[in-house]
C-alpha cells in the first residue's frame, strides 16, 4: 500500500514540470515531508472547460484530500478507508470503476514512505515496524497514477462552495523484486510519455487505461530506513527523511 509519502516541489515547479495549463492553488504549497490520508495534496489532472463546447481537457494543478469518498457515499468519513485502489481490481470495484474510467490524475510526490515488520514486538505483542523512505534515485518527482471523485454534501444546497468535496485515492501493485522484501504492495506510476493520455478523460477502455501505469522500475529507487517520528502525523520537517545512521 501506499500510507504517507512527501512533496517538496512548489506550485511553479510543479506546474511547470507537468506543462499545468491552469494553477488551482490559491495558497502557498509548503513542502510537506508527511502526507498523511485525509490532508490535502497537490495533484495533476484535465478537465474540459465549462465555458467552451467541444474544448479539449485542460490540464489543472489543484489541491484535493487524499481517501476518495464515492459519489453515493452516505457519510463522507469512508474516504479515510479509500486512500489506496488495487491496480488488479480498480476498473471493477463499485468505489472505484467510474473514476477510473473518466477521471485520473497524477499524485506528484518526491518519494513515499513504508514499514517493515521487524523481529521487534511492542507490549502487546505486535511487531515493531520499521519506517523506509523510498525516492527516485535522480531525485526527480515521482508521478504516482491516481483517480479523483466528486461528492456533494446533500444537507448543502448545490451552490454553497462547501456543497462539494473532491477526493483521491493512489493505485497500488504488487511491489517489485527490490522493494519487496520491504513491503508486498507499491504504488503505481505514469511515466512522461503516458502523461497525456492518462489524464485525457476520453480514453475509457480498462485495457488501455491499464497499459498507461506501472510500478517504478526496478533499480529506480534509492530506499532506506528512516526515524520512527514519521508514525505521528504531527511531525513534519525535512528530519524525517534522513537516513538512519549504520547500526
Known sequence: MCGRYVVRQSADDLAEEFGVDRVEVHERLEPDYNVAPTKTSPVVLARPPRDAKDAGPVRQLRVLTWGLVPSWAKDPKIGSRLINARAETVHEKPAFRRAFGTRRLIIPTSGFYEWFPTQQRTTSGKPVKQPFYLRPKDEGVLALAGIYEFWRNPDKPRDDDDAWMTTFTIITTNATDDVGHIHDRMPMTVSRDNWRNWL?????????IHALMAPP???????????????????????????????
Do not use: F, H, Q, R
Open 217 to 247: 522500475p526496478a533499480g529506480s529507487l534509492d530506499l532506506y530506513p528512516v526515524s520512527k517520528a514519521v508514525n505521528n502525523v504531527k511531525n513534519n520537517g525535512p528530519e524525517l527523511i534522513e537516513p538512519l545512521p549504520p547500526s
Open 200 to 208: 485525457d478523460p476520453t480514453i475509457n477502455d480498462p485495457d488501455d
